[in-house]
T-cell receptor, first 115, second 110 residues
Framework: DAGITQSPRHKVTETGTPVTLRCHQT?????MYWYRQDPGHGLRLIHY???????DKGEVSDGYSVSRSKTEDFLLTLESATSSQTSVYFC??????????????FGPGTRLTVL | SQQGEEDPQALSIQEGENATMNCSYK?????LQWYRQNSGRGLVHLIL?????REKHSGRLRVTLDTSKKSSSLLITASRAADTASYFC??????????FGAGTRLTVKP
């Protein structure tokens, strides 16, 4: 999976608890992304980062925050988890290089269940 | 909201047959990409076609892009059981926001 790991891979939590998911890359890629995947919706972008401490919102950012203090790590935090945030979360990376918009490389995913 | 929408939602064929999946999108794009996802795994990039290209090949894959119709197609020739997966189109927009469709689930029967 192109040097991308996600942790944890599975998590079950209760409504109202904070949850942090971690994405770690060894590719030194500039861009990192968090998506959620739900049946019938494909992947939807939550937040992305275009450098250390540089982040921006995606399509479905409400209820989520992110942080990137190092090139290799991108954290996704659910401040107070809700059942609607039960999903599979994917991290992705890309490096613009000569292609203005490169392909993205995806991690293995984290399956989160909020009870 | 989804930018790309794949058609059909599901496709079942016999090994050796060709599989064609279509993607339609709504706004102008910089490029369109196709990804594959095996069950329980992350997405894997297959091919990227730029907005000024009309056709691209990679092995058994052939992608076409018609910007006037805002549509793309992915053709997998001589399919194999190992091609069984979900296939997604993704459109790259100006603000580095990539939008994915809901996918086509392809089943190739041996």
């Amino acid at each position: 999976d192109a040097g991308i790991t996600q942790s944890p891979r599975h998590k079950v939590t209760e409504t109202g608890t904070p949850v942090t998911l971690r994405c770690h890359q060894t590719e030194n890629h500039r861009y990192m992304y968090w998506y959620r995947q739900d049946p019938g919706h494909g992947l939807r972008l939550i937040h992305y980062s275009y450098g250390v401490k540089d982040t921006d919102k995606g399509e479905v950012s409400d209820g989520y925050s992110v942080s990137r203090s190092k090139t290799e790590d991108f954290l996704l935090t659910l401040e107070s988890a809700t059942s609607s945030q039960t999903s599979v979360y994917f991290c992705a990376i890309s490096d613009k290089g000569q292609e203005f918009y490169n392909e993205q490389f995806f991690g293995p995913g984290t399956r989160l269940t909020v009870l | 909201s989804q930018q790309g929408e794949e058609d059909p939602q599901a496709l079942s064929i016999q090994e050796g047959e060709n599989a064609t999946m279509n993607c339609s999108y709504k706004t102008s794009i910089n490029n369109l990409q196709w990804y594959r996802q095996n069950s329980g795994r992350g997405l894997v990039h297959l091919i990227l076609i730029r907005s000024n290209e009309r056709e691209k090949h990679s092995g058994r894959l052939r992608v076409t892009l018609d910007t006037s119709k805002k549509s793309s197609s992915l053709l997998i020739t001589a399919s194999r059981a190992a091609d069984t997966a979900s296939y997604f189109c993704a459109t790259a927009q100006k603000n580095n926001d990539m939008r994915f469709g809901a996918g086509t689930r392809l089943t190739v029967k041996p």
